[in-house]
C-alpha cells in the first residue's frame, strides 16, 4: 500500500524539498530490490583464494573431476558383496586392505565371492565390492586372530603404535588388518549385520559430475564456498571489485570521535557503525568529513560523494537530517541537485523518515524483464548513483541499513540478490505495542537448541545503543498487532 502526503504537510517545508512519499515496509523494501536488479557491479580481480572470503564470485566454480573422483567409503569397517552377506553371521576371508590415498589396484586388492577387503574412511572401494560393513559389526573370525592386530601393525609399519590402539583394534575386529600382501591368506571375519548394495559409500560423481558448475557467478565465498573451490583446484578466484560507498554523517551536534565533545555534542557513532556494515555487507566504505546543518557545506559534501571522480563511490549513505526538523536539511538540498525520490519515509519504526532515492542522469532503473529474470543485462544511465537518507537515531541508522542498504551493496557488490527472511522463535513474555508502523525491536534471543524463545529488551527509544548492544535480535512486530501473548510465535531479524 502505498500512502502519499503531500509536502505541506511537512512544517518547514521547503519548495525545493521532495513531495512526500510514506510506503509500507514490503513496499519501500521492493523498490529497493527493483532498483538493486538493475545495477551492474564493477571490473573483476583475481586474487587469492583465501583472500576471496567474503568476496562475489565474477566466475562459476566448475567441477575440474567428478566429486567424488571414486568409489568413496564413507566408514572405516570391510568392503564386500553384499550378495554374500544372505546369512547373517556370514565368514568372509580377508584378502587385502584399502587405505585412503591408495588406489586397490583390480586383481591385486578386489574383492570376489566370499571375500572382503578391509577399509578406512575416505578410501576407494575395490574392485568387486558393493557394500561396506562398519567395522562394529565385525567380529574376528575365531583362530584367525592371534597376535593379528601386531602382525598387521607390524606389517603396516605402525612400530609406534600403542598397546592399546592395538587391543581396541582387536576388540573392533581390526586384528585381521593387513597390507593386502599374501601374508593375508587365511584371516577371516565374521560379519554380524547385513548391509544392502550401495551402503557406506558414495559412488563417484554422485555429489557432482566432471564439468558441472558448482558455484555460480555473483555468489559470495563464505567457508563453504571456499571450500568447494578448494577441491576443484582454484588456488585463485576471480571476484568483482567492492563498490565503494560513500559514508556521510550530518549534525551540527555531531564531533569527530577524537575529539573532545562539548556538552551539548555527540560523538560520530554513525559513520563507524555504517562502515562497519557496509564492510560486512561486502562493500568499502569511504567515510566523508561530518556535515553540519548548513545547506551550502552539506551540498558540497554530498557532490563529493556523488560526482567527484576520485572518490569514485558508487553509492551514498546519509545519516540524520531526514526528519521533520527544522534544521532537517538533507531532502532539501538532494531536491536541489535534482535527485529523484523513490520514497521519502517507511512505516516503520525505528527508522520512519528514511528516503531512498538517486541522483544523475536519466531515468530510474526498473527490474525489467531481464532483471526480473535474475540476468544483469540493464546498466543504470551514466553517472546516476543511488543514495539512501537514513536517520541520525543510532539503531535506525542500523535498522534502516539492514532493511534497505544492504541490497543494494549487495547489488553493487555482483551478488545475486538475498531475499529478506525472518526467523521464528516463541515469545518469552507478552508485548504491547501501537497499531500502524512495522516494528524492529531489539530483543534478546535465548533458550538453547531447539528451544529458542526471544524477549524484548526494555530500551530508551532508537538513540539507545548500549541496549542494542546487549540485545541480538530484532522483534519484528506486524503493524496490525496491539498486543502478543507470551508463548505466541513471533519473526526475528537477527543483527
Ligand atoms: P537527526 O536524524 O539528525 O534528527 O538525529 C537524530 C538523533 O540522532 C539525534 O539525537 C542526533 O544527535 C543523533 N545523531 C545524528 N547523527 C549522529 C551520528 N553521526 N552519530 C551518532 N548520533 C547521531
Ligand atoms: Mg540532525
Given at each position: 500500500?502505498?500512502l502519499c502526503?503531500?509536502?505541506?504537510?511537512?512544517?518547514f517545508s521547503s519548495?525545493?524539498a521532495?513531495?512526500?512519499?510514506?510506503v509500507?515496509?514490503?513496499?519501500?523494501?521492493?523498490?529497493?530490490?527493483?532498483?538493486?536488479?538493475?545495477?551492474?557491479?564493477?571490473?573483476?580481480e583475481?586474487?587469492?583464494?583465501?583472500?576471496g572470503?567474503?568476496?562475489?564470485?565474477?566466475e562459476?566454480?566448475?567441477?575440474?573431476?567428478?566429486?567424488?573422483?571414486f568409489?568413496?567409503a564413507?566408514?572405516?569397517?570391510?568392503?564386500v558383496?553384499?550378495?554374500d552377506l544372505?546369512?547373517?553371521p556370514a565368514?568372509?576371508?580377508?584378502v587385502?586392505e584399502?587405505k585412503?590415498?591408495?588406489?586397490?589396484e583390480?586383481?591385486v586388492?578386489?574383492?570376489?565371492?566370499?571375500?572382503a577387503?578391509?577399509?578406512?574412511?575416505?578410501?576407494?572401494?575395490?574392485?568387486?565390492a558393493?557394500?561396506?560393513?562398519?567395522?562394529?559389526h565385525t567380529?574376528?573370525a575365531?583362530g584367525?586372530h592371534a597376535n593379528a592386530a601386531?602382525?598387521?601393525?607390524?606389517?603396516?609399519?605402525?612400530?609406534?603404535?600403542s598397546?592399546?590402539?592395538?587391543?581396541?583394534?582387536?576388540?573392533?575386529?581390526?586384528?585381521?588388518?593387513?597390507s593386502?600382501?599374501?601374508?593375508l591368506g587365511?584371516?577371516?571375519?565374521?560379519?554380524?549385520?547385513?548391509?544392502?548394495?550401495?551402503e557406506?559409500?558414495v559412488?563417484r560423481?554422485a555429489e557432482?559430475?566432471?564439468?558441472?558448475?558448482?558455484?555460480?557467478?555473483?555468489?559470495?565465498?563464505?567457508?563453504?564456498?571456499?571450500?568447494?573451490?578448494?577441491?576443484?583446484?582454484?588456488?585463485?578466484?576471480?571476484?568483482?571489485?567492492?563498490?565503494?560507498?560513500?559514508?556521510?554523517?550530518?549534525?551540527?551536534e555531531?564531533?569527530?570521535?577524537?575529539a573532545?565533545?562539548?556538552?551539548?555534542q555527540?560523538?560520530?557513532?554513525?559513520?563507524y557503525?555504517l562502515?562497519?556494515?557496509?564492510q560486512n555487507?561486502?562493500g568499502?566504505?569511504?567515510?566523508?568529513?561530518?556535515a553540519?546543518?548548513?545547506?551550502?557545506?552539506?551540498?558540497?559534501?554530498?557532490e563529493?560523494a556523488?560526482?567527484e571522480e576520485g572518490?569514485?563511490?558508487?553509492l551514498l549513505?546519509l545519516?540524520?537530517?531526514?526528519?521533520?526538523?527544522?534544521?532537517?536539511?538533507?531532502?532539501q538540498?538532494?531536491?536541489?541537485?535534482?535527485?529523484e525520490?523513490?520514497?521519502?519515509?517507511?512505516?516503520?519504526?525505528?527508522?520512519?523518515?528514511?528516503?531512498?532515492?538517486?541522483?544523475?542522469a536519466g531515468a530510474?532503473a526498473?527490474?525489467?524483464?531481464?532483471?526480473?529474470?535474475?540476468t544483469?543485462?540493464?546498466a543504470?544511465?551514466?553517472?546516476?548513483?543511488?543514495?539512501?537518507?537514513?536517520?541520525?537515531?543510532?539503531?535506525?541508522?542500523?535498522?534502516?541499513?539492514e532493511l534497505?542498504?544492504?541490497p543494494?551493496i549487495e547489488?553493487?557488490?555482483?551478488?545475486?540478490?538475498?531475499?529478506?527472511?525472518?526467523?521464528r522463535?516463541?515469545l518469552k513474555s507478552?508485548?504491547?505495542?501501537?497499531?500502524?508502523?512495522?516494528?524492529?525491536?531489539?530483543?534478546?534471543?535465548?533458550?538453547?537448541?531447539?528451544?529458542?524463545?526471544v524477549?524484548?529488551?526494555r530500551?530508551?527509544?532508537?538513540?539507545?545503543?548500549?541496549?542494542?548492544?546487549?540485545?541480538?535480535?530484532?522483534?519484528?512486530?506486524?503493524?496490525?498487532l496491539?498486543?502478543?501473548?507470551?508463548?505466541?510465535?513471533?519473526s526475528?531479524m537477527?543483527r
Amino acid at each position: 500500500m502505498i500512502l502519499c502526503m503531500s509536502s505541506s504537510s511537512h512544517p518547514f517545508s521547503s519548495s525545493v524539498a521532495p513531495a512526500a512519499r510514506v510506503v509500507s515496509f514490503e513496499e519501500a523494501r521492493r523498490l529497493v530490490e527493483q532498483h538493486a536488479a538493475g545495477v551492474c557491479p564493477g571490473e573483476m580481480e583475481t586474487v587469492d583464494l583465501l583472500a576471496g572470503l567474503g568476496r562475489v564470485l565474477a566466475e562459476g566454480i566448475v567441477a575440474d573431476r567428478d566429486f567424488p573422483p571414486f568409489d568413496r567409503a564413507t566408514r572405516d569397517g570391510y568392503a564386500v558383496r553384499a550378495a554374500d552377506l544372505a546369512e547373517i553371521p556370514a565368514r568372509l576371508e580377508v584378502v587385502g586392505e584399502a587405505k585412503a590415498g591408495c588406489w586397490p589396484e583390480p586383481g591385486v586388492c578386489s574383492v570376489g565371492r566370499g571375500q572382503a577387503v578391509a577399509i578406512m574412511t575416505g578410501a576407494p572401494l575395490p574392485a568387486g565390492a558393493d557394500a561396506v560393513v562398519m567395522v562394529e559389526h565385525t567380529a574376528l573370525a575365531q583362530g584367525s586372530h592371534a597376535n593379528a592386530a601386531k602382525d598387521a601393525d607390524a606389517e603396516l609399519g605402525f612400530a609406534q603404535r600403542s598397546h592399546t590402539n592395538a587391543a581396541q583394534n582387536a576388540a573392533l575386529g581390526w586384528g585381521t588388518l593387513g597390507s593386502g600382501r599374501d601374508t593375508l591368506g587365511g584371516k577371516f571375519v565374521d560379519i554380524l549385520r547385513r548391509v544392502g548394495v550401495g551402503e557406506n559409500f558414495v559412488p563417484r560423481g554422485a555429489e557432482a559430475r566432471a564439468g558441472q558448475l558448482l558455484l555460480d557467478r555473483g555468489r559470495r565465498l563464505d567457508h563453504t564456498g571456499i571450500a568447494i573451490a578448494a577441491s576443484a583446484g582454484k588456488s585463485r578466484v576471480q571476484v568483482f571489485r567492492k563498490p565503494r560507498v560513500a559514508v556521510l554523517s550530518t549534525g551540527d551536534e555531531v564531533v569527530e570521535i577524537d575529539a573532545k565533545p562539548g556538552p551539548a555534542q555527540i560523538r560520530n557513532s554513525n559513520s563507524y557503525s555504517l562502515a562497519a556494515q557496509v564492510q560486512n555487507a561486502g562493500g568499502e566504505a569511504v567515510r566523508l568529513a561530518i556535515a553540519p546543518d548548513e545547506p551550502r557545506r552539506l551540498r558540497a559534501l554530498i557532490e563529493q560523494a556523488l560526482i567527484e571522480e576520485g572518490l569514485a563511490c558508487d553509492l551514498l549513505l546519509l545519516t540524520g537530517g531526514v526528519s521533520m526538523g527544522k534544521y532537517d536539511l538533507v531532502e532539501q538540498v538532494l531536491g536541489e541537485l535534482k535527485a529523484e525520490f523513490y520514497f521519502t519515509g517507511a512505516e516503520i519504526q525505528p527508522g520512519r523518515p528514511v528516503v531512498f532515492g538517486s541522483c544523475g542522469a536519466g531515468a530510474p532503473a526498473r527490474a525489467d524483464s531481464e532483471a526480473a529474470a535474475g540476468t544483469r543485462a540493464r546498466a543504470p544511465a551514466p553517472h546516476k548513483k543511488y543514495f539512501f537518507g537514513l536517520p541520525g537515531n543510532p539503531v535506525s541508522t542500523m535498522v534502516t541499513f539492514e532493511l534497505f542498504a544492504r541490497p543494494m551493496i549487495e547489488a553493487l557488490a555482483g551478488m545475486t540478490p538475498q531475499r529478506l527472511i525472518f526467523l521464528r522463535a516463541r515469545l518469552k513474555s507478552e508485548i504491547r505495542t501501537k497499531t500502524g508502523l512495522k516494528r524492529f525491536l531489539p530483543a534478546v534471543l535465548s533458550g538453547e537448541f531447539e528451544n529458542a524463545e526471544v524477549e524484548l529488551s526494555r530500551w530508551q527509544g532508537s538513540g539507545d545503543i548500549a541496549t542494542l548492544a546487549r540485545a541480538n535480535c530484532y522483534v519484528v512486530i506486524p503493524p496490525e498487532l496491539e498486543r502478543i501473548e507470551a508463548g505466541e510465535w513471533v519473526s526475528l531479524m537477527m543483527r
